[in-house]
């Protein structure tokens, strides 16, 4: 009995010097200051802030670039918060939204196809998770499962700001997220990020041809319904939008693909569709950097297109 | 379950707290029960598989042991038959197959049969030779054939070496685990204390290891000659340290338990020659060759020419058990050739001074013969990591190109780099080495600071026993040593990339 205390004390002692050297690298290491969920904070501000009625636009970066939040608040005569983020983060930011969901909202969802591949992107990475918690630590509690996946979330955190801080304290760099120019900084007051305005249509990158799975994930459906019964129950409206997506890549993935994709979320949840199928791909002009980047054009014609639909859908003239 | 997995820091004191409460008896009980879900978490069904191979194993070893004459052959051959085919119908199936439709396209033959959609059970190369050393030996008579099922499952499913190895002979493992196994401070420590070195080797270096390998490997036509060979040369520590690292963490958990296992590696890369190298890398692999095929075979005991057929052969089939890839067999023949002529040449090696005998003998001898091995086996490694034979081969063939630029480039940036200060000079390090990879100046930085200290503690441990040393240091210096190895692995390990790094050898 003495050695089992013996053993369970020397590893308390251990255990404690590995909490307290943690600890203080955890404490110390500051998030990158021009990291992209920066953004989340505007947004989640912007969310507690904006009175209702007002439309929320949730996705991933399909919606950060490819919404004039401006145009629609104008057109619309409500206040409009663009809450698309990041395709990595999953739904957990649609979790965290029901905290502020309340009477007369409008939420427009638009996820991205990829986060229909599996569980992960559904529910979100851990890596992008561990960045957008460390901006707001409250947020741990929004993610999918969160005490399963606490300690993956924080281990993953904590070397992200040791590598951060390396790179920033020996090198003068940030932790490079290979995202470019698509920086927290670079959002106007409404959420949208603004970063590739101005540009014209004069495309700098190449974008790749590449198909997006669009796979069938009955548990992201029932989500998405138990979501919708939630906003219900709360006086809001949630409608669906399909993701800005580049034609070519259409063409690649399947339009019979995308079809099926909209056809099982109209048979799985209640939550209405506004896009018309007929437009669900954009021309191949009207992109940035990525096949689901609007341009400044791009955004325009999508923004006029949804606020068209949303007028149709709640019969305003 | 992984080892490197939060769901093993649960599992592992759980199961150890309860075995250490239980009364001897029931012991057997809950490692094997512990050891079935260690496997399940994985893909449940396949530890049908399993059991269908223990229970033949199981009446095949009570039946060679009552058995007389040809009766014993014939069940050892049941035996035998049962694991192989196992094993042969899982990872060879499709591979045979393949190779023989590629050739009936080639002489023209209709052939009709298509792969079938099988995925191969984590480990099964691994328990079926496990399984296949216990019949062999209760046949030749070394070990008496055990009468408990439950032990019998629990010596091939027993869960620290269960997917990895290493792969146990019955009669090391059979007896400890009836044995009734106290706590014991110091053993129970120094397992904990494997387990953390085994788990910093794998979370630490060989992941970091991986971010500088696999973006080589996955497209190496994107790639010449300096970032293939610094990629060949990370994959060398990459698949040491995840291998050796797999197998301290089994001998440390077993040995908190009581149960020791044989050492699988004995720092490898410090073999002056190939026929060394293998007395010290996968260890139990390599004894279970030499001792179930290569003497079989006939081993040294009969002509030269029939020697190296039986040496060759036996590192051909080793390839094979690794994967059933014509890379394997590749690097298993270059293995085969290496210690063939390793072999035939070992007496000149004596004759003109390459061994200790020469006048050349000291440290300069040992170490070109260090690095001559190292760098012959980092050679095979090619074969080994590269993903098919047509990759394997643009990286063999393009090992010396790209150099005359990569060397222009880095002395133009040591150029800038020399007498402008320490500052200066350390960019020019830097960005010369970020020409060969695509990891951030910090990934590097921390990966070099990680690897040095585990070459400084490997070369210790090379030159003596260091957890015997660090018991002459006061408390507080042994207790900051595991502190900072214990945070090390949650501070340096690579999960921030958001990728899961399996052990390799699971896929064997």
Redesign the interface.
Known sequence: MNNLLKLVQRCLQVLLFVAVMSGCMFITARPDEKHLYRASVLKSNLLVQTPSPRIILFGGSNIAFGIDSGLMERSLAMPVINDGLHVGLGVAPLIELKKYVRSGDIIIISLEYYNFTDEAAFYGQPQYLADWIEFSPNRIWDVHQPLRQMPSIYTIMLQRKINRQVNYYLYGLSLDEGRGFYTGDKFNERGDFIGHLGEGNNNQFEIPNSVYPVNNMDEAYAFLEEFNQFALSKGATVFYEAQAHRQTNCDITGMKNLRNFFSRLRNKTTIPLLTDLGDLCLPDNLFYDTPYHLNEQGRQIRTERLIDNLKFALGIQ | MLFNS?NF?IFFPIVTTLYFMLPHRFRWALLLGASCYFYMVFIPKYILILFVTISVDYFAGIGIEAAQGRRRRWLLGASILANVGMLAFFKYFNFANENISALAAFIGWNYPIGNLEIILPIGLSFHTFQSLSYTIEVYRGNQAAERHFGYLALYVLFYPQLVAGPIERPQNILHQLHEEHH???QR??DG?KWMAWGMFKKVVIADRMALFANPVYDSPTEFQGPALVVATLAFAVQIYCDFSGYSDIAFGSAQVMGIRLMKNFNHPYFAKSISEFWQRWHISLSTWFRDYVYIRLGGNRSSPPRWAFNLFLTFLISGLWHGANWTFIIWGALHGIYAVFGGIFANARDRYGVTGKSPLHGNLQRGLSVLSTFLIVCFAWVFFRATSLPDAWYVVGHLFSGWGDFLAQSYLLMQDGFGNGFWALNDAV?NSMLLLTSV????L??TMLAFFCFLIIEVKQERGNFMEELRVYKPYVR??Y???L??AI?????????VQQAFIYFQF
């Open positions: 939060f820091l706590f014991e401070y129970v420590a904990l830097f951030s100046r910090g990934e930085t921390l207790m900051a595991y502190a900072i214990v945070t949650l501070v340096l390990g690579t999960s921030y990339t958001g």
